[in-house]
Nanobody, 123 residues
């Protein structure tokens, strides 16, 4: 069982930056692909970024490409999402998720989820 805890959300002005962290309880996080998803009010949960178990490959939604960076520290059991040039449309609850094998962009593929952290970008 993998327990995930997100942190780092908050209120920021448009153009600002935030770094989200996702701490995993399981010792061998390095065996899991990790993803970040977000859900805005009244909208479906959408893919943001994913990284494979080794960190060698990353995937991004077109809407965040060039602004967000996903990374992982397997020794520290932590995954990060650096968010730069934030826009009001980035406002959402951000969730990290874990799955075995390869990273994918589909939320249904992920087995473990955190409780989410709120990100609010003001204009």
């Amino acid at each position: 069982q993998v327990q995930l805890v997100e942190s780092g959300g908050g209120l920021v002005q448009a153009g600002g930056s935030l770094r989200l962290s996702c701490a995993a309880s399981k010792r061998f996080l390095g065996r899991y692909a990790m993803g970040w998803f977000r859900q805005a009010p009244g909208k479906e949960r959408e893919f943001v970024a994913a990284i494979n178990w080794s960190g060698g490959r990353t995937y991004y939604a077109d809407s965040v490409k060039g602004r967000f960076t996903i990374s992982r520290d397997n020794a520290g059991n932590t995954v990060y999402l650096q968010m730069n040039s934030l826009k009001p449309e980035d406002t959402a609850v951000y969730y990290c998720a874990a799955k075995t094998e390869w990273a994918t962009v589909a939320a249904r593929d992920y087995n473990y989820w955190g409780q989410g952290t709120q990100v609010t970008v003001s204009s």
